[in-house]
């Protein structure tokens, strides 16, 4: 596609219920990051896929949080138990390569009741 | 790990004004470092990189300058519209990996 596209833009739940949240990357592009935005704050980096190379788990907030990307494309952040504090905007990013300017997607809006 | 400090939070200029924004890091391996505008309810949008092995880069208006010896760089907004009014984020990246992002300065550029 012409850009990251995630999907859905906006998802309520109730507190307690599992979310699911896609990015598709810009097609060719090698990697993958997830970000967290809370209102009115900076990025804070989540996880990151490189190739078939393992992910870097390291910003992962607690075990609730799990990502994949399947064939080396699309990617799934998966969030158990929500809870309150996981209300933000989830960003997804791509890039060419390593050290390349990393594409934005418009975001997951989650909000947790 | 590596911590990105960015100042000032906010800053308003007067159109026509040049506008510097400042960030420092701690991990003197990192060697990537991009600056993105995020404007309200928009994605954050790249607006110029700079690589440990340069130390100035300019694009028309916008240039950023590193000083790998003090660990810190700076993005420099020459001739400042209203359109350059938003959140502006540094960030720093060892190998392009983990990228940690400063807390964002908000610019306000008063017509």
């Known amino acids: 596609g012409a850009g990251v596209s995630q999907s859905p833009s906006n998802k309520v739940t109730e507190k307690g219920k599992d979310v699911e949240l896609r990015c598709d990357p810009i097609s060719g592009h090698t990697a993958l990051y997830w970000y967290r935005q809370s209102l009115g704050q900076g990025l804070e980096f989540l996880i990151y896929f490189q190739g078939n190379s393992a992910p870097d788990k390291s910003g992962l907030p607690s075990d609730r949080f799990s990502a994949e990307r399947t064939g080396g494309s699309v990617s799934t952040l998966t969030i158990q138990r929500t809870q309150q504090e996981d209300s933000a905007v989830y960003l997804c990013?791509?890039?060419?390569?390593?050290?390349?300017?990393?594409?934005f997607g418009d975001g997951t809006r989650l909000s947790i009741l | 790990g590596e911590n990105v400090e960015q100042h000032p939070s906010t800053l308003s200029v007067q159109e026509g004004d040049s506008a510097v924004i400042k960030c420092t890091y701690s991990d003197s391996a990192s060697n990537y470092f991009p600056w993105y505008k995020q404007e309200l309810g928009k994605r954050p949008q790249l607006i110029i990189d700079?690589?440990?092995?340069?130390g100035e880069k300019k694009d028309q208006r916008i240039a950023v300058t590193l000083n790998k010896t003090a660990k810190h760089f700076s993005l420099h907004i020459t001739e400042t519209q209203p359109e350059d009014s938003a959140v502006y984020f540094c960030?720093?990246?060892?190998?392009?990996?983990?990228?940690?992002f400063g807390p964002g300065t908000r610019l306000s550029v008063l017509p």
């Open positions: 960030a720093a990246s060892k190998g392009g990996q983990n990228f940690v």
């Open positions: 700079i690589r440990s092995n340069v």
């Open positions: 990013a791509s890039s060419l390569w390593v050290r390349q300017p990393q594409h």
